[in-house]
C-alpha cells in the first residue's frame, strides 16, 4: 500500500490478514486521512455514498471480531439454551419482566448469534442524519483527546456497546482512533466469560490503541434498585464518568419492576409515567455533554423515560442564563426492529461546537408535560399492550377459577 491509499481500501484489505494482523498496526505515514463526515445539510448523495462505505467498513471490522469469538466461544455455546432464553426475551417485552442470565451455553450463544445485529444497531443511530453533529463530537474527540472515550454500559453484557463504538469510529475515522474504556455493569455476573472474550478479541481487532483491560465487567449491578442502594451508586459512579451512556435492551424488559404505577403511558389526569431504579440516579450524574443512547425493540417507554430524564433534571434553556436539562433526539429511518431515543446532557461546552443557549440540529427540549409529537404514537402502542396484559390475566384467573371449581366438584 502506497501512502496513498484510500482508508477503506486499507481497512478492505485487513480482512484478508492472518487473524491478530491489522491494518490499524501500521504506520501513521501508510495510512490515508480519513474520510470526511458529512456535515448538516449534506445532500443525500453524499451521506448514501458516505454511509455505504462506512457500513463496508464496519462489517469488515465485526468480522475480525466475530472470527475470534468463535474460536473462544463455540466450544462452550448451545444453539437451543441460546433460543430458550431468546423465547423469555420475546415474552418479557409484553409483561416487563426480564429473564435471568446464568446458563453459559445460553450466554456464549447470545454472544455468537448477537453480536452483528446487536452492534448494527448502534451504529445505524450514530450514523443516522439526527445524530449528525453527535457521530462528528464523538469522532472530533477520538481524534485529539488524550483519554480513549468512555463508556458506561448499562445492563450491557457481553459488552456489545463497546465492540460497536470501535467499529463505529474503525469505519468512519479509521482504525488508529478505535479507542475506548467500557464499564460493563450488570445483574448478572455470568456474563464475565463472554466480556472478557469480547475485551480480549476487541485488542486484538485494534491493537493500536485498543487493551483488553479496558473493557470490565461490573456486577451484579439491578438497574431496578433505587436509592439509596449499592447498585445506584456503582451505576452513578459510571455514569459520571462516562462520555457516552448505552442502555441497550433494557428498559422495556424490566418495565414491571421500573414502572413506578401500572397502566398506560398517562393517567386519566395526564400525568405520565415515570421510570423508578437506578434511572433518575442516571440522568442526574450524567455530566454536561455527554450522550445518553437507549435501545430497544419497541419504543412504548420512551414518553415515560423523557418524563423521568425532565424530572429528574429540570430543563433549563436558551433564555435562562445558567443552562442544564437535555435535549432529545429520535433518530428515524431505522430498522424495524431497532428503536432509539438519545439524550444530551446541557450545557453542551465546546464539545459540540455550538455557541451557549443553542441547540443540536433536530432536537428538541426535554420538558415537564410537553411530549413529543411521535411521542403520541408510542403512547398508543403502550395502551395497546397494558390492554392486551389486562385480557392475558383476566384470561388466567377465569382458568385458574374454572379449575378450581373442577377440583371443588371433584371432592
Known amino acids: 500500500l502506497g501512502p496513498h491509499a484510500s482508508a477503506s481500501h486499507a ?22 486521512c480519513a474520510r470526511d463526515l458529512p456535515n448538516i445539510g449534506a445532500s443525500k448523495k453524499a451521506r448514501r455514498r458516505f454511509v455505504k462505505c462506512a457500513i463496508d467498513d464496519f462489517q469488515a471490522a465485526l468480522g475480525r471480531v466475530a472470527a475470534g469469538l468463535a474460536e473462544r466461544l463455540a466450544p462452550s455455546a448451545c444453539d437451543a439454551a441460546h433460543r430458550a432464553l431468546s423465547q423469555r426475551m420475546t415474552a418479557a417485552l409484553v409483561d416487563g419482566l426480564h429473564p435471568t442470565f446464568e446458563d453459559p451455553a445460553a450466554l456464549a450463544g447470545y454472544a455468537l448469534h448477537r453480536l452483528r445485529p446487536r452492534c448494527r444497531a448502534l451504529f445505524d443511530v450514530l450514523l443516522a442524519e439526527e445524530c449528525c453533529s453527535l457521530l462528528q463530537a464523538i469522532v472530533r474527540q477520538a481524534r485529539v483527546g488524550s483519554a480513549p472515550l468512555s463508556i458506561a454500559s448499562l445492563g450491557g453484557g ?3 456497546d463497546a ?34 472474550a469480547v475485551a480480549a478479541e476487541a485488542e486484538v481487532a485494534w491493537p493500536h490503541g485498543q487493551r483488553a483491560s479496558s473493557i470490565f465487567l ?19 459512579r459510571a455514569v459520571a464518568r462516562a462520555d457516552i451512556v448505552c442502555v441497550s435492551y433494557v428498559v422495556h424488559e424490566n418495565e414491571a ?11 386519566q389526569d395526564g400525568t405520565e409515567l415515570r421510570l423508578g431504579g437506578v434511572f433518575p440516579a442516571v440522568f442526574r450524574a450524567a455530566r454536561p455533554g455527554a450522550v445518553l443512547i437507549f435501545l430497544d425493540a419497541t419504543h412504548r417507554l420512551w414518553p415515560a423515560l423523557a418524563a423521568t430524564a425532565a424530572d429528574a433534571v429540570p430543563y433549563q434553556g436558551e433564555n435562562d442564563g445558567a443552562q442544564d436539562g437535555f435535549d432529545i433526539i429520535v433518530p428515524q429511518h431505522l430498522n424495524a426492529h431497532v428503536h432509539a431515543v438519545v439524550f444530551v446532557r446541557r450545557p453542551y461546552g465546546e464539545r459540540y461546537g455550538i455557541a451557549d443557549g443553542g441547540r443540536l440540529p433536530h432536537s428538541v427540549p426535554c420538558l415537564v408535560g410537553k411530549t413529543l409529537e411521535v411521542f403520541g404514537l408510542f403512547l398508543e402502542h403502550q395502551r395497546f399492550n397494558e390492554e392486551r396484559l389486562a385480557r392475558r390475566d383476566a384470561s388466567q384467573s377465569e382458568g385458574t377459577y374454572m379449575i378450581s371449581h373442577a377440583c371443588r366438584q371433584m371432592r
Open 163 to 196: 465492540v460497536a463504538l470501535l467499529a463505529t469510529l474503525d469505519a468512519v475515522a479509521g482504525g488508529e482512533v478505535a479507542r475506548v474504556e467500557c464499564e460493563v455493569l450488570d445483574l448478572f455476573p455470568a456474563w464475565a466469560e463472554c466480556v472478557s
Open 158 to 160: 457481553p459488552a456489545f
Open 11 to 32: 481497512r478492505a484489505l485487513s480482512v484478508a490478514l492472518p487473524r491478530g494482523a491489522s491494518v490499524c498496526a501500521m504506520p501513521p505515514s501508510e495510512l490515508a
Open 218 to 236: 461490573t456486577a451484579p449491578v439491578d438497574l431496578c434498585d433505587v436509592e439509596p442502594s449499592e447498585s445506584a451508586d456503582r451505576t452513578r
Open 257 to 267: 419492576t421500573l414502572s413506578l404505577r401500572s397502566g398506560a403511558g398517562q393517567d
